[in-house]
């Protein structure tokens, strides 16, 4: 099939999945401001996101209106050009909008979470972007999410019944497996911890919503702790933007007297990713919302401890005699549970992490999650 694919090009989610459809045989056509995939390459070509040039001499609100208007069209006229069976756009935000107004069909989105989430925070409201999503999902033919919850508010957007289906991303069960031990003994000299010191990790992106503050409070309550062994938090660089996050971690970390037992990883590629799970003994997920991760695949995959929010996106996958799930927003509770998750018996967390990896083998192969992404494509173009 040939798929114009809209995607953000410089996320390693948008790769995996532009990988899976060109794996799978079909031909891509991938349309946004980044190329995730330069060169020459067999059933793929890359185009640039319409922009607005010729507008920026009018006014400020001109632009806006006009501007929209021109990419609605412009997308309309690579949509001629390609000819695609499918419009698929990952990511719901303008662009899903720019496809609506065009009339591009069929037409599916798939939510990444926070971009459904986010609409639902009273602090991030904007009358006008909302009104785009609801035309876009209402505009849709079918809608994807990796959690119940964000298609069910996929639906309270739209203000009706939607066609929907949950989709799991999945991993790389090749390249997530157990061992790396040299390198993440490598790792661990490079961040200048011991090899007898225990390691936490808190590897989601480095922003508020992600819970990293808390993690940082939980962890300064069981750092001096006599029934705990040495233990240093690892933090991580990932899409850290502009926003004053990480200094407000670090402000915080001082003011808790923890600053010599924090260490920043910087971000890294999908590949180094293993090695950085081998590393930790812990691997906390410790957000407020949130869509389906697949840091919860990687790390169970990875067969490293995992104690995260107990938020219903997660419910439908892992149960708690795999993970330690804690209630988000909770750091007293988080603290209990990182001591008790560090302090686990090692037979007890054999069973656990055998049932984790179970799970994974059984929801999170990527080669499994995408038939039936290739199911319903043909579906919608009836074969």
């Known amino acids: 099939m040939r798929i114009l694919l809209l995607a953000p090009g410089v996320s390693i989610h948008s790769r995996r999945f532009l990988h899976m459809l060109l794996d799978a045989g079909h031909t891509v056509t991938l349309v946004d401001a980044t190329d995730p995939k330069p060169g020459v390459q067999r059933a793929y070509q890359y185009i640039p996101y319409p922009g607005i040039f010729g507008l920026q001499k009018l006014g400020l609100r001109t632009i806006n209106r006009l501007g929209e208007r021109w990419k609605a069209f412009q997308l309309r006229r690579i949509w001629k050009r390609v000819e695609p069976d499918v419009v698929h756009v990952h990511w719901v935000d303008s662009r899903a909008d720019h496809c609506a107004c065009a009339g591009l069909h069929p037409l599916v989105l798939t939510c990444w979470g926070s971009d459904i989430n986010n609409l639902f925070n009273p602090a991030q409201n904007d009358d006008q972007y909302r009104r785009r999503i609801v035309r876009a999902l209402a505009a849709s033919d079918h809608v994807i999410a990796d959690s119940p919850e964000v298609l069910e508010r996929c639906e309270l957007l739209a203000g009706k019944k939607l066609?929907?289906?949950?989709?799991?991303?999945?991993?790389?069960?090749?390249?997530?497996?157990?061992?790396?031990?040299?390198?993440?003994?490598?790792?661990?000299?490079?961040?200048?911890?011991?090899?007898?010191?225990?390691?936490?990790?808190?590897?989601?992106?480095?922003?508020?919503?992600?819970?990293?503050?808390?993690?940082?409070?939980?962890?300064?309550?069981?750092?001096?702790?006599?029934?705990?062994?040495?233990?240093?938090?690892?933090?991580?660089?990932?899409?850290?933007?502009?926003?004053?996050?990480?200094?407000?971690?670090?402000?915080?970390?001082?003011?808790?007297?923890?600053?010599?037992?924090?260490?920043?990883?910087?971000?890294?590629?999908?590949?180094?990713?293993p090695v950085e799970y081998t590393m930790a003994d812990v691997?906390?997920?410790?957000?407020?919302?949130?869509?389906?991760?697949?840091?919860?695949?990687?790390?169970?995959?990875?067969?490293?401890?995992?104690?995260?929010?107990?938020?219903?996106?997660?419910?439908?996958?892992?149960?708690?005699?795999?993970?330690?799930?804690?209630?988000?927003?909770n750091p007293g509770r988080l603290a209990e549970t990182l001591k008790a998750c560090l302090r686990e018996e090692p037979t007890a967390q054999a069973t656990r992490l055998e049932r984790a990896f179970q799970i994974v083998s059984e929801c999170g192969d990527q080669r499994r999650c995408f038939a039936p992404v290739a199911k319903l494509y043909g579906n919608l173009i009836g074969l």
């Open 163 to 273: 066609t929907t289906s949950l989709f799991y991303l999945g991993i790389n069960l090749n390249q997530f497996k157990p061992g790396n031990l040299r390198g993440s003994q490598l790792l661990r000299a490079r961040l200048d911890i011991s090899s007898a010191s225990r390691v936490i990790l808190s590897p989601r992106a480095l922003r508020p919503l992600m819970g990293h503050h808390y993690v940082l409070e939980a962890f300064s309550r069981i750092a001096n702790s006599p029934d705990v062994p040495h233990t240093v938090l690892v933090l991580k660089r990932y899409l850290a933007y502009a926003n004053g996050y990480e200094e407000r971690l670090k402000l915080q970390a001082r003011k808790l007297g923890l600053e010599n037992r924090i260490r920043w990883l910087e971000a890294s590629d999908n590949e180094e990713m």
């Open 283 to 329: 691997v906390v997920n410790y957000p407020e919302q949130d869509g389906f991760p697949v840091t919860l695949f990687e790390a169970a995959a990875c067969r490293r401890p995992v104690v995260t929010s107990d938020l219903r996106a997660y419910q439908p996958v892992f149960g708690e005699d795999a993970l330690w799930t804690v209630p988000p927003a």
